[in-house]
């Protein structure tokens, strides 16, 4: 993919992203539920990169919160930006530097990029909910970033792998269904 191919996948999910939450009808309790702003910014990623990943993760939340006034810009906008930066991050780093780019690889990407950016959101809340005079709990980084979230999570790992295997079947991103490359780079050792 070309620099130019790459903005504008990059803008498309970017629009994506500030789209996506009025499908939920801009409710807070749903939207912390299904995370509706992750989805484009795993995606561009996986897809992009994760350069490209990171910079939309970060920007997202900020532009839709001065935008839209959700999420609020403190402290929920500049911790998200945090933690979606992590995960574009990280699912790009990861699924682009793998030696197979396959479904495996896929979810391990998604999975570690998950963590990694619910670890930067608590990290970044503890620093702006001190800054205010209030303290971040375990209770509240539990809640927030795994119990209420399970939705979300699961919509993730459903819908970004259908959507990568679709794109795949177009011959837009790269993407075996596992054992499919080492069959193939076996038969090319083979000679085959």
């Known amino acids: 993919m070309n620099k130019v191919k790459k903005l504008a996948v990059t803008a498309m ?3 994506v992203g500030i789209v996506l939450p009025f499908l939920i009808g801009q409710i807070p309790t749903i939207g912390r539920m299904l995370l509706p702003m992750h989805i484009p910014v795993l995606l561009c990623g996986l897809i992009v990169g994760w350069q490209y990943g990171a910079a939309i993760g970060f920007l ?3 532009v839709r919160g001065l935008l839209f006034g959700m999420p609020p ?4 906008a500049i911790a998200m930006a945090f933690e979606m930066a992590m995960y574009g991050f990280v699912s ?3 699924y682009s530097h793998a030696k197979w780019q396959c479904t495996k690889m896929l979810y391990i990407s998604l999975i570690t990029a998950m963590l990694a ?5 608590a990290l970044a809340e503890v620093i702006l909910l001190g800054i205010g005079g209030n303290a971040f709990t375990w209770k509240m980084f539990i809640s927030g970033a795994f119990i209420n979230a399970i939705p979300g999570i699961i919509v993730q790992l459903v819908l970004i792998p259908v959507i990568m295997v679709a794109l795949k079947r177009a011959k837009v991103v790269p ?3 596992g054992n499919e490359s080492r069959s193939t780079v076996s038969g090319q050792a083979s000679g085959k």
Do not use: K
């Open 73 to 76: 810009i403190y402290p929920t």
């Open 60 to 62: 997202l939340p900020i």
């Open 92 to 94: 790009g780093f990861l």
């Open 117 to 121: 950016g619910r670890a930067v959101w």
């Open 13 to 15: 999910l970017f629009a």
């Open 175 to 177: 993407l075996s269904m």
